[in-house]
């Protein structure tokens, strides 16, 4: 008798539990515990919307840090900058930049097109902070240039104080999704 009556107790206990709501949010506490898990630690100020939660798969890679799931970076200012990247070389000789500012502003620039400034998304915004927040970048080598191959492009990615020299000969899965994704910025012509 004692068992079942024990039983029933912890089974409306349980149910009672699951109804509950977290602070008169109307969201069940598992719900919010999952949003305080998954939530950015960014400014009030930033433009991205509190339910945008893409899935951020681990990059594998050498190092421990390869298994840790990538966190956006967080905004300090609107004037800061995030992440800057300078490309030059090639056949041609281009000069291209590409500035991402903590205010979500792109400040695109082509020697030969000109310069332009635009407004990421809030998506845009997200995923590009997701990407400089990617442990994955701490195992990438600052220099990877293949010094005997010509008239390759090249480029200097500047973020979190390291600046980082490539030529993408190399595969480098956390910086070539950054600089495709940076690259996407840049003047078309």
């Known amino acids: 008798m004692f068992g079942r009556v024990s039983a029933a107790v912890v089974a409306v206990c349980v149910l009672a539990l699951a109804g509950c709501t977290f602070e008169g949010s109307g969201s069940t506490a598992a719900e919010a515990t999952e949003t305080e898990v998954s939530a950015p630690s960014t400014p009030a100020s930033s433009p991205e919307p509190a339910s945008a939660s893409p899935s951020a798969t681990p990059t594998a890679g050498p190092g421990a840090s390869a298994s840790l799931s990538p966190t956006p970076v967080?905004?300090?200012?609107?004037?800061?900058?995030?992440?800057?990247?300078?490309?030059?070389?090639?056949?041609?000789?281009?000069g291209r930049s590409v500035v991402l500012r903590g205010d979500g502003t792109v400040h695109a620039r082509d020697d030969r097109e000109g310069s332009v400034v635009r407004r990421t998304t809030a998506a845009e915004f997200r995923e590009l902070r997701l990407l400089l927040g990617d442990p994955a970048l701490d195992d990438v080598s600052d220099f990877t240039m293949n010094m005997s191959a010509a008239d390759m492009f090249q480029y200097e990615v500047r973020f979190e104080g390291r600046t980082v020299h490539t030529d993408r000969s190399a595969e480098q899965p956390p910086l070539d999704a950054l600089i495709s994704a940076l690259s996407a910025f840049l003047p078309k012509g």
């Open 74 to 94: 967080p905004v300090r200012s609107p004037g800061q900058t995030l992440v800057s990247m300078h490309i030059s070389g090639g056949f041609a000789g281009v």
